[in-house]
Structure formats: C-alpha cells, structure tokens
C-alpha cells in the first residue's frame, strides 16, 4: 500500500482509528472488559455527532467485500494497539459487533 493511500484511509476513517487504537488500544481496561462495554464508554465520552460519525465510518468499511482488504485497512488503522483475533474474532465480526453496540 503505498504512502498516499494510507493517508487517504487513515483521514477518510479517522474516527474509527482513533476508536480502534485508543479505545481497544494497550489501556481498554480502562474502558471495559467485553467489546460493548468498550463501545459504551467510547459514546459516553463522545458527543452524538463524533458517534454518528463512526457508525457512518463503520459502515462504509463494511462494505469492503474482500476480507483481505478489510484485514489490511483495519491493521492499518489500529497501528498495532488492537487485534481482533484474541478477543474470537475476525475484523469484519469484530466491527459488526462495535456497529451493533452503538445502535
């Protein structure tokens, strides 16, 4: 992926990294145990715009169909601080999961 495309992922789903690496980052203890407790605590500290915004964002990742891609975007954004796989699951669950929680 070269440099520029990773600016224009990074800016075009910025809420979602910052909820990925902050949120789910090395001190989600802080926020939580379970995936929506940390989505909970994410919208309490948020206003409803900044929540409207990443689900806006998290749908549109979603739509990414290839399972590679999505991999790759979302490793991206989480830079290094959260995987799903420890927590059981896949990043296409994964934010099928934060996407249901925030309804």
Do not use: H
């Amino acid at each position: 992926m070269n440099r520029f495309r990773k600016w224009r992922i990074r800016r075009k789903f910025s809420s979602l990294g910052i909820m990925v690496s902050v949120y789910f980052g090395q001190d989600r203890e802080v926020w939580g145990e379970t995936i929506e407790e940390i989505v909970e605590s994410c919208c309490d500290s948020r206003s409803k715009d900044a929540v409207r915004c990443l689900k806006n964002e998290i749908t549109e990742m979603l739509k990414t169909e290839d399972d590679s891609e999505l991999e790759s975007r979302m490793t991206l954004l989480a830079e290094r601080e959260f995987a799903p796989e420890p927590w059981g699951e896949t990043w296409r669950s994964f934010l099928q999961r934060v996407l249901a929680a925030l309804q």
